[in-house]
């Protein structure tokens, strides 16, 4: 399919674009339009306008290290990222979910904030179109009124977050700083996900992330990223991203577990980060794996039946441990 008509918009600096998404409201924001572009063609989104990012490439593309704090812009390739010094040093499970996404083709394009706030995926949602053909009701995210998850009117959208940064940089504790018709705002990422699946943002018109600032670990912390998913480009259908460090004697002093694609927001599971903490990981690790499957969204609406997930998180959690405390 072919992408609809729109204008497109150069914005010379932040304030500039800002000022344009705010007031025509049939405007998005672009800059590597990976996953906009396709939305497009499906006829998911019809923007009358572009506000291209990509001319402020300049202002918001960067990595660097201000007292212990790792600053990323938003426009920042993910190619470029994958293979950053600071990232491979300090964050190794970023750089591996980085590589893991998509192709080398697409990352050569995508961006870090584009990545973030990737829209939420579900199948009913994004294959209800096809080529002049509607191929059944309009859902709630579609602005319908029933969620053919459940078959049922309901007021609750479903819809899966499929980005893979966003899990690890939960995990790595990291914050987003927002830039909007009100200033610059820096709020804890997982702050920035409403957990609904037809709105995934707590973002204001007008408003754009513009930078992830990661503090750097101890020296002791050790991260695991891991991902399914049914083909290599595909997105993920289920990832655990995990953060640790441990005493001398072996037990977890502090833990971050976080879930990817089960749920309408990155989830970070403090029941199982609790449990795990103050015990050895060959103790704990049966009851972490029961209380992140009790918090994971299991739900019949990607391609993979919901009891084949629930399985693979069993092995992406005990795998992820595994990495984490392994001497």
């Known amino acids: 399919m072919k992408l609809p008509e729109f204008e497109l918009f150069y914005p010379e600096s932040l304030d500039e674009a800002v000022s344009a998404y705010e007031s025509h409201h049939g405007s998005k924001p672009v800059a590597g339009g990976t996953d906009l572009f396709i939305a497009m063609k499906r006829r998911l989104m019809r923007p009358e306008r572009l506000i291209d990012l990509t001319t402020l490439k300049h ?16 426009l920042t390739r993910l190619i470029d990222l994958e293979r950053h010094p600071l990232v491979v040093k300090h964050f190794p499970s970023l750089a591996v979910a ?3 996404i998509a192709s080398i083709q697409i990352r050569q394009s995508a961006t870090l904030g584009g990545n973030i706030c990737l829209d939420n995926r579900c199948y009913y949602y994004n294959y209800g179109l096809a080529p002049g053909v509607e191929l059944w009701e309009p859902c709630l995210k579609r602005s319908g009124r029933i969620c053919h998850v459940t078959g049922k009117l309901d007021d609750t959208c479903y819809a899966v977050y499929s980005g893979d940064t966003a899990p690890v940089l939960v995990s790595l504790d ?43 670990p101890k020296n002791e912390t050790r991260f ?9 480009v595909d997105f993920p259908l289920a990832s ?44 704990a690790l049966d009851s972490v ?3 992140c499957r009790r918090e994971a969204q299991f739900i019949n609406n990607v391609h993979v039946a ?11 959690v005990k795998g992820c441990i595994a990495e984490v405390t392994s001497t």
């Open 289 to 291: 794996v029961d209380l």
């Open 306 to 316: 919901p009891n084949i997930r629930s399985r693979v998180l069993t092995k992406l």
């Open 98 to 100: 980085i590589k893991s």
């Open 59 to 74: 202002e918001l593309s960067y990595v660097t290290e201000d007292e212990h704090i790792v600053k990323i812009g938003a």
């Open 174 to 216: 990291s914050h987003v700083k927002i830039f909007g018709p009100l200033g610059e705002r820096i709020i804890p990422l997982p702050e920035l996900f409403s957990g609904l699946g037809e709105r995934p943002f707590n973002l204001e018109r007008g408003e754009i992330v513009k930078e992830v600032e990661i503090p750097v």
């Open 240 to 283: 655990v991203a995990v953060s640790a460090r441990r005493g001398a004697d072996g037990v977890v002093e502090e833990a971050r577990i976080v879930l990817g694609a089960l749920g309408c927001a990155p989830l970070r599971v403090r029941s199982a980060e609790d449990f795990l903490q103050g015990r050895k990981p060959g103790e």
């Open 224 to 232: 695991s990223f891991q991902k399914f998913r049914s083909q290599e």
